[in-house]
Every structure is written in structure tokens, then in C-alpha cells.
């Protein structure tokens, strides 16, 4: 994939990776509320650890959790992208869409323009059949963007997720499904 694609939206840059972002990148996954429906914050060497992962996951899929710029806002706010899971599910394998933006940038419906800006790239440039995402029942304000994009609930697709410890709150997860128009 060309270092130099990008994804455009009416008001954001879906973009490659820089350096200067692992700072804010570090500070949104260290904020206890950001992170709040996970297990736990990252410490800078888990969120650098992170950042890696990333860049080599669009090296090797074409797609990715993209760098999310705000033009005359911030130059970055967060992720918005496609990603391969890399845990053992009954539903896999499979891409799922994801988000994770700072705190001062919630409520503007960034995740949901990023959101449909990665279906529409993943069902035509990268051409996938099926897109899901999954998060903990208490996450709300995610459920509602996967329902905004178009994503509907597969309650028979329900899991626990190997990465949760078990008996922890957030360890059960719903599944949304999307396939391609």
C-alpha cells in the first residue's frame, strides 16, 4: 500500500502514522475515562508497543487503524480504521471496524464519519465481503456508532473475549455485522 493513501471526509484526514502523534496516542491511552470500557489504560511503552503493531498491520493487510486529523481542530484525535483481530473467536476470521478518539473530540460524530469513510475503503479498494465490530454491553456510545454506520447485532454472535479476564465486567461482548452492499 503507498505510504500516501489517505481517506477524506468532509471534515477529517484518515492518514498514515506520524512520529509527532505517539505522544497525544500515549495520553489518550493512558486516560482512565478514554479507556474505560477496556481492562485497563497503557503505559507510553504498551501505547508505543501499539503504534508498531499498526504500522505493521498496514504493511501487511493494505488497511489499517488510521491516524484521525481534525483540519483547524488538531492534528490528531485519535484512530478510525479496519483491523484484523489477532484472538481466537467463533466468528473469525474476520476485519473488524474500530475507534478510539480523545476525550475533547466525542459528540461530534467523528466516529461516524471516519466510520463509514473505512467501510466504504474496505468494501471497495480493499474489497472485503464482511466488516464486524464487538465491544462490552456498557459501551454505549460505540454500540451507537455501529448502528449509525449501517451495522446491525448478531446476538447469536455474542462472546467472551479471550483477552478479558474471566469474572472481569467487560470479559462478555456483542457483535455487530456489516457486509458489503
Do not use: C
Not at 22 to 39: C, I, K, S, T
Not at 78 to 97: I, R
Amino acid at each position: 500500500m503507498a505510504a500516501d493513501l489517505v481517506l477524506k471526509t468532509a471534515r477529517l484526514i484518515l492518514r498514515r502514522w506520524r512520529a509527532e502523534d505517539r505522544e497525544p496516542f500515549a495520553r489518550l491511552n493512558g486516560d482512565a475515562v478514554v479507556m474505560r470500557h477496556f481492562v485497563g489504560t497503557l503505559t507510553r511503552e504498551e501505547s508505543d508497543a501499539m503504534a508498531d503493531r499498526i504500522a505493521r498491520h498496514f504493511d501487511e493487510h493494505g488497511f489499517g487503524l488510521w491516524a484521525v486529523e481534525a483540519p483547524g481542530v488538531a492534528p490528531f484525535i485519535g484512530f478510525v480504521g479496519l483491523s484484523v483481530p489477532s484472538f481466537e473467536a467463533h466468528f473469525m476470521p474476520a476485519v473488524e471496524v474500530g475507534w478510539r478518539l480523545d476525550q475533547p473530540y466525542w459528540g461530534y460524530g467523528y466516529a461516524t464519519e471516519a466510520a463509514r469513510a473505512n467501510l466504504a475503503d474496505g468494501f471497495g479498494r480493499a474489497g472485503l465481503r464482511e466488516i464486524v465490530s464487538f465491544t462490552a454491553p456498557v459501551n454505549v456510545p460505540s454500540i451507537r456508532v455501529m448502528e449509525r454506520i449501517g451495522m446491525t447485532r448478531d446476538p447469536v454472535g455474542d462472546f467472551d473475549h479471550p483477552r478479558v479476564p474471566e469474572g472481569h465486567p467487560l470479559r462478555r461482548h456483542v457483535l455487530y455485522r456489516i457486509s458489503a452492499p
